[in-house]
């Protein structure tokens, strides 16, 4: 099985957007642990994060002309890669970190 690096390579994403993801997750764990509440796994939570961000306008419409690796000469509007796959990234990346 590739790295999640390779993985990212072949998909074309990024592998800042995957570590962000992932901290995100990390500072939702940390703050819900602290108030003794109940966390969600990481694949409840990444389908709750992906509402809130559609719901907030953060959905890829077009790619953004700097700081990611799609370029503004790509003339797709679909998202770089689909929800499983990014999921599957995240889950290596994070089993990787242990």
Known sequence: MPSWRERC???G???QELKSVS?????YKSFT???GGETLGLARWYKWYRVEK???GHAMVTPPVQGCSVGPEIET???VIGEPDFLQLLELYRAAKT
């Open 54 to 56: 559609l719901s907030e």
């Open 13 to 15: 994403l990024d592998p």
């Open 9 to 11: 390579k072949e998909l």
């Open 77 to 79: 509007t679909a998202p």
């Open 23 to 27: 901290s995100r997750y990390e500072m």
């Open 33 to 35: 642990d602290a108030q």
